[in-house]
């Protein structure tokens, strides 16, 4: 199947692992110009190769999205190497496997609630910022964030309250800003991300001192996913290529989980 987007520039924050490395590389073979940026050079250029290697066009920069200056010049890299992004997506965590996300409303202190909403809030805002008016100029355009399921469900087994707090605003602000953007061809959209078997996933394994071998069996008994195993990067990678295409163009302003189910709630 045809998306349609080919030749695209797609700006894919976070895509040197898991979700967004699985998105970076659907896209290149999509026939998409990728941009891949995260923190680490090493793991840019790793997937970078990968996405030569498979026959696409790919470019990476490190940079930390919570700086405007650092947002800014990745924009103006990729204008400057295939032409201003066309797709967005925001795909910024707090800590590995959740370890600053950690602690209860008692535990938790003002200046750690500052530092997730900048991470995973502000962090959206800048790249939104950086990437619309282009996109409005040419009244095209996708932008797409990787949240996550506990902004609309916070789990209680879990005492992940920052993540939670910060998550919940991005999906506000892209409904927002899908009313605002939608008369420009731009579309904006949230994927609720549930148990993916990502690297951040191994780690709370090890958090948790359990054993990569146990892990599945243990999220399995304590939140019960319906289908009854990890997702796949690609699974949700899949669904952020699909939003991006010319395909998703009457699909804006959404959350859509991607859990296997675990979301309880009908809608």
């Not at 990968?50 to 990729?78: D, H, M, W, Y």
């Not at 932008?143 to 998550?167: D, Q």
């Not at 008994?221 to 998703?248: D, M």
């Amino acid at each position: 199947m045809d998306l349609g987007i080919a030749g695209k520039v797609a700006f894919v924050s976070g895509g040197t692992k898991g979700i967004g490395r699985a998105a970076a590389e659907l896209f290149g073979k999509e026939g998409c110009k990728v941009v891949v940026t995260g923190r680490g050079q090493a793991g840019i250029d790793e997937t970078v190769a990968a996405i030569k290697a498979a026959g696409g066009s790919a470019a990476g920069i490190a940079v930390n999205l919570t700086q405007p200056a650092e947002v800014k010049r990745a924009v103006e890299f990729a204008g400057d190497t295939f032409g201003l992004p066309d797709i967005a997506v925001t795909n910024v965590h707090l800590g590995a496997g959740g370890a600053e996300g950690e602690g209860t409303f008692d535990t938790l202190k003002d200046e750690e609630y500052l530092k997730a909403f900048n991470d995973l809030a502000m962090s959206v805002v800048h790249l939104t910022r950086a990437v619309i008016p282009h996109m409005k100029q040419q009244k095209w355009g996708r932008l797409i964030n990787v949240g996550s399921a506990a902004a609309k469900e916070p789990p209680p087994e879990m005492e992940h309250l920052l993540h939670n707090v910060a998550r919940a605003p991005v999906v506000v602000l892209n409904k927002t800003l899908a009313n605002d953007l939608g008369p420009f061809g731009i579309t904006v959209n949230t994927v609720g991300t549930g148990w993916i078997l990502t690297p951040s996933v191994k780690l709370f394994a090890d958090q948790l001192q359990i054993g990569k071998e146990n892990i599945e069996n243990y999220i399995q008994k304590t939140f019960h996913i319906p289908v009854n195993r990890f997702g796949q990067p690609e699974e949700e990678g899949a669904l952020i290529v699909f939003l991006a295409s010319q395909y998703a163009g009457y699909i804006t302003g959404t959350w859509i989980p991607v859990d296997g189910g675990m979301h309880r709630s009908a809608w």
